[in-house]
């Protein structure tokens, strides 16, 4: 009798053990607390509010990064850009797809910055509300002269890549290179990123970009499908459906 008692008890004990275990894994308790994650949003091209230079396009930026364990990650967005006679800007923000798949890459929010009434009117896909603020953007882009940057933080050097032709317009094609001294983003060592533009002088706006950082990959911005015309006149107004919040 002792000798099963001996026997009976560890396998008891391993029951409720057991047991704790499986009630622990179902527990309605949370585990962690909340993770905002992280979020990366790539800027297209700058328009400037120009009045007097009109054009539409279709802007494509491809995102190409290699993660650690060596892998590739690539991924891309399509969106409309506008500008009309007034200087009127419309753009669409989209959700980036994998670049192999056939997906096409959501539609989130538009942006209307008019320069007239100096107002910016976001519109949200989900949920088909717009939300107005100023706009008040400069019409003129000073360029940072070339040497060295403030507070000893690195250096910037550009040059020129020649000219070529993006659908039909001349374009102007420079490299810019910037240097960081260990440090200033908490580097170990000097960080070197790349950027070509190829600029054109007649609408006054990169047609096409490629950013090399190490931290963010590389980064490909082109516009094209290009038209010289006005473009249409509902683009600059609340699309149908859609409202101002509190109205």
Not at 117 to 123: D, G, K, V
Not at 150 to 157: D, M
Not at 159 to 164: K, P, T, Y
């Given at each position: 009798m002792r000798l099963l008692t001996l026997l009976?008890?560890?396998?008891?004990?391993?029951?409720t053990l057991l047991s704790g275990t499986l009630i622990?894994?179902?527990s309605d308790q949370p585990s962690r607390g909340p993770d905002g994650g992280t979020q990366t949003r790539v800027e297209g091209i700058s328009v400037l509010p120009l009045p007097g230079k009109p054009f539409s396009g279709r802007s494509t930026t491809e995102w190409t990064r290699t993660i650690e364990d060596g892998s590739v990650i690539k991924i891309h967005l399509f969106a409309?850009?506008?500008?009309?006679?007034q200087g009127r800007i419309y753009r669409e923000r989209h959700h980036f797809v994998p670049a192999d798949s056939n997906r096409e890459s959501e539609l989130t929010h538009i942006t209307i910055y008019d320069p007239v009434?100096?107002?910016?009117?976001?519109?949200s896909v989900q949920t088909h509300l717009c939300n107005t603020?100023?706009?008040?953007?400069?019409?003129?882009?000073?360029?940072?002269p070339a040497g060295p940057l403030?507070?000893?933080?690195?250096?910037?050097?550009r040059?020129?890549?020649?000219?070529?032709?993006i659908d039909g317009l001349d374009v102007v094609g420079s490299r810019e290179t910037i240097s960081l001294n260990p440090g200033v983003v908490g580097n170990s060592q000097p960080l070197i990123s790349t950027r070509e533009f190829w600029y054109s002088p007649e609408l006054q706006v990169n047609l096409a970009i490629t950013r090399k950082d190490p931290r963010e990959g590389t980064q490909v911005i082109l516009v094209d499908d290009l038209s010289r015309g006005?473009?249409?006149?509902?683009?600059f107004q609340i699309p149908p459906g859609f409202k101002l919040e509190g109205r």
């Open positions: 009976v008890a560890p396998l008891l004990l391993s029951c622990a894994q179902e409309m850009v506008a500008r009309d006679s009434s100096h107002t910016q009117t976001e519109c603020r100023g706009y008040y953007a400069p019409i003129t882009f000073r360029l940072r403030p507070s000893g933080k690195g250096s910037i050097s040059e020129s890549i020649g000219d070529d032709a006005d473009p249409d006149r509902a683009l």
